[in-house]
């Protein structure tokens, strides 16, 4: 499922709300001004050969059980977030969500696409360009662990971001 058309309504919806949105992006972000990790520490950042990033994180982390609403704690860690996918350039970020296999299928692609966007969404508060951004809402699909565990299940509800730095249109 891509999100991109709902994306740019959400930002609009956020501009006509009165949220401030943020002018042209920066090309790069002073690495000093980023948060250290330890700043972020439910956020993991892997750094590919090629320059780009994947930085994944718990939807327990972000997110209320079966809510698309980000919990306020969890906000400077998206800034964090926010601060790398500028670092890495202008190339485009993929935002895709991931749930676990309980509840009903449809419900929870519906909840995961509605989570990449509202990350997409906080990304774009933070300076972010809309246009380099795409969501999925993979609900169940592509699960890392075993659905048959808690422990599994809490691995399967996740958000990963995928940032390429030399890559101009979104992946899918």
């Known amino acids: 499922m891509n999100g991109r058309p709902l994306l740019l309504l959400t930002a609009a919806a956020l501009a006509a709300a009165g949220c401030a949105m943020p002018g042209p992006e ?9 948060p250290s990790s330890a700043a972020a520490p439910a956020v993991v950042v892997t750094h590919h050969d090629d320059g780009g990033l994947l930085i994944s994180f718990s939807s327990d982390a972000a997110f209320d059980f079966g809510s698309a609403a980000l919990k306020p704690s969890f906000e400077p ?8 996918v500028m670092q890495v350039g ?34 774009i508060t933070q300076g972010v360009a809309p246009e380099r951004l795409v969501t999925t809402g993979w609900g169940a699909q592509q ?3 075993t659905n048959a565990t808690a422990a599994g299940r809490r691995l399967n509800r996740r958000i990963e ?9 979104p992946l899918q």
């Open 26 to 34: 920066r090309a790069a972000v002073n690495a000093a001004t980023i």
């Open 77 to 84: 860690q998206l800034v964090y977030v926010a601060a790398l």
């Open 90 to 123: 202008q190339g485009a970020v993929s935002v895709a969500a991931y749930t676990d296999n309980v509840g009903a299928a449809d419900f929870n692609e519906v909840l995961s696409e509605q989570r990449a966007q509202r990350v997409a969404a906080f990304l």
């Open 143 to 145: 699960p890392r662990a």
């Open 161 to 169: 971001l995928l940032a390429n730095p030399g890559v101009q249109q």
